[in-house]
């Protein structure tokens, strides 16, 4: 996954991306009191990017990474 393209492209490797990027929405939002993510230091993911960049200017203590 290289990251979302500017628009849908219909690459095989763009409909995983999406398809990903759905199953880590789903994730996020089945989640009732608390939500822990974690990631392996050396890898980088566009997804947790992203939600760290929400969730910078949120106050509570279960946003923080």
């Given at each position: 996954?290289?990251?979302p393209a500017s628009a849908w492209?219909?690459?095989e490797e763009h409909k995983?991306?999406?398809e990903e990027r759905r199953?880590?929405?789903v994730?996020?939002?089945?989640a009732r009191h608390t939500l822990r993510v974690f990631r392996i230091a050396q890898c980088k993911s566009?997804?947790?990017t992203e939600l760290e960049r929400i969730?910078?200017?949120t106050k509570?203590?279960?946003a923080m990474f």
């Open positions: 996954s290289t990251g492209d219909g690459t995983n991306y999406m199953l880590f929405y994730a996020i939002t089945r566009s997804f947790v969730t910078q200017n509570r203590p279960s």
